[in-house]
């Protein structure tokens, strides 16, 4: 069978998904999009011998629409994955699922009524092998209990249209929600500290800021977030546990030794350095949506990191321990 997916919002990443789901990917064939931007919806449609519907609602209803990508503004998320939801259709909504975690408690409801797990979040790095390894050892128990993990989020630089939330918001929800998945526990409490700021950036930006979150057991999380760090896209994470520490390894797959000096390339952007990650992450999908089937972090996930930022987001305003707010997780999540 091949699922035949609806695009909504095609631009940088919903091409970048397009692409892969065309060419390595298999069971899946994206045969619809839509966009605010009409005229792009109508070029990629052309491109890739799709429809380009009017608007999402109408693609979302299409009878010729199994399921749905959401790669559209995350302000506009919520109305789409509701109606996907109402249509019985999977979605898979690109991060962050809403932008408040009012919207994303919205999402649990409607699907939770629906009685079926239909959303999937985009939290690609669940899906990086690094990543996966990394947890199959500390689930082990091989190293003991960890305590800490150290990570860091680089970029080479950001636009001027990142706004001084998004350090929190777009770029450290991927460090919450990958440590959510790789300790199995939530966090209870977020605090910001703010180093001397680079000054290779916007004068609204905090750059760069540490993210330090507690969890329930008390694994102390420190997140470098360096958004115009200029020498590349650069993701670092180590876990420190009771008798060893574990680490990703660095990025590149060769080094190269020329004139007295051994060197390696630095990825540019996420979509290069998690290239792999993303093919997993959607093959997985498609191939659960062809067996009816839920794949990848749930609507609880995507609420849970809304509610981890957030208290981040006011911790970088704020002095101090700001803790985190959440409801129970229901069952249907368990
Ligand atoms: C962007 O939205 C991403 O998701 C990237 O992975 C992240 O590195 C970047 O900071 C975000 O703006």
Redesign the pocket.
Known sequence: MTVRIGMIGPGGMGQAHIDRIHTVIAGGRVVAVSDVNADNAQAVAERIGAVAHAGSAELISSPEVDAVMICSFGPAHEVDVLACIAAGKPVFCEKPLTPTADAALRIMDAEQAAGRKLVTVGFMRRFDAGYRQMKALLDSGDLGETLMVHCA?R?PT?PEIYTWD?AIN??AI?EVDTMRWLLGEEFVSARVDTPKKTSLRFPHLQDPLVLILTSESGVRVDDEIF?NCQFGYDIRCEAVAEKGAVSLADQNVIDVRSGFRASNAITRD?NERFWGAFVTEVQEWISAVARGEHTGSTSWDGYAAACVCDAGVQALTEDGEVAVEMIEKPAFYA
């Open positions: 989020h970029n950001v998004m777009d770029t991927h958004v996420h």
